[in-house]
């Protein structure tokens, strides 16, 4: 970045086209004051049309040129930001009961479209500290917060149904998502929990963890999965081994709902993956990370270097006129 500081100075380089006119032009049409022989006519004698006491004219109009821009204080700047920024802390805590792997997200199961879903919620972020809580019947820290975003992509990737015994403890769930974010030092924290079915695990009630989240200013998002009507998953027979099982949802939207509404949070439903992907996108717009940017720009003074030309070019005419180009009287 270049700029002068004191920019009317340059008013003065008018200056030098009237300097020039009067020492070239106007000298030149000056007529001799004696009068002699001209053979100009006949081509023999060349008249120069540079003399060599040009050159002090043309040095005095260069030094004062540069001088006139030393005056101006040309500066060059370099600039520099401060990049301040107000993080969230995210806990998405994640079901992963046995009706996750209910098929009614085709091509995919209920929990492999979740996990595709919080992937690209993960790499959206950009300094927020997000931690991952696993729960069925018992609640799991697959990761606690982090910036480390690929750690905890291959948290993610590992989490799989029956890694927790079968149930669904949704209070538990929010219990130690809550106790995660308790001593955090985040202004914001919040809560993303996805799930589909009720509580029917865990001593913890969903409404006595989101009391204790509302207390500790910590915002929840309800997320409920599913489609409206009832869907088929995988189940194992003790008797059969593997087989397809039709289920009606078991979704309790009236307890999401009522966490999401006493921690200020709000409740969604997700009927496939289009939907989740769409829930996951609003509310990484409604919880941006706050950004304050200072821009400082530091000028260094250039106005030394025209300086010592201007006084180098007043030295070098002043040297020629008394010896080289020194005028004899």
């Known amino acids: 970045m270049f700029r002068l500081y004191n920019p009317l100075w340059l008013a003065l380089l008018l200056v030098i086209p009237i300097a020039v006119y009067f020492l070239f032009y106007r000298r030149s049409l000056k007529s001799s004051s004696l009068r002699y022989s001209d053979l100009s006519w006949f081509d023999l004698v060349k008249k120069p049309t540079f003399s060599k006491r040009s050159l002090l004219t043309i040095l005095r109009l260069l030094a004062l040129t540069v001088l006139i821009i030393a005056l101006a204080r ?10 301040e920024s107000e993080g969230i ?3 998405l805590t994640l079901d992963i009961s046995g009706s996750m792997q209910a098929e009614d997200f085709k091509p995919y199961n209920r929990l492999y479209a979740a996990k595709q879903v919080i ?11 997000v931690g991952l809580v696993i729960f069925a019947r018992e609640a799991v820290t697959q990761c606690p917060l982090t910036t480390d975003y690929s750690v905890l992509e291959t948290f993610l990737n590992q989490v799989e149904i029956g890694q927790i015994e079968d149930g669904t403890a949704i209070g538990l769930g929010l219990a130690t998502s809550v106790n995660r974010l308790r001593y955090t030092p985040g202004k914001s924290k919040i809560i993303i929990l996805l799930t589909d079915g009720n509580n029917n695990a865990g001593e913890i009630e969903p409404l006595t963890a989101a009391d204790l989240a509302s207390i500790l200013g910590i915002k929840i998002y309800t997320i409920g999965a599913g489609r409206l009507g009832g869907s088929y998953f995988n189940a194992r027979d003790p008797m059969t081994g593997q087989t397809v099982v039709y289920r009606l949802p078991e979704l309790d939207e009236s307890i999401l709902r009522q966490i999401a509404t006493l921690t200020k949070g709000e409740y969604f439903r997700a009927t496939d993956e289009k939907a989740l992907a769409q829930i996951y996108k609003q509310i990484d717009e409604m919880e941006k990370t706050r950004m304050k940017v200072k821009e400082y720009t530091q000028y260094a003074e250039l106005f030394p270097y025209f300086l010592w030309l201007g006084l180098g070019l007043v030295m070098m005419e002043t040297a020629l006129s008394n010896t080289l180009l020194r005028k004899i009287p």
Do not use: H
């Not at 040309?74 to 990049?83: A, F, L, M």
């Not at 992937?119 to 500290?129: E, H, L, P, V």
């Open 119 to 129: 992937r690209d919620f993960i790499k959206g972020r950009a300094s927020d500290r």
């Open 89 to 91: 802390d995210i806990m």
């Open 74 to 83: 040309p500066q060059s700047g370099s600039t520099s930001r401060d990049v």
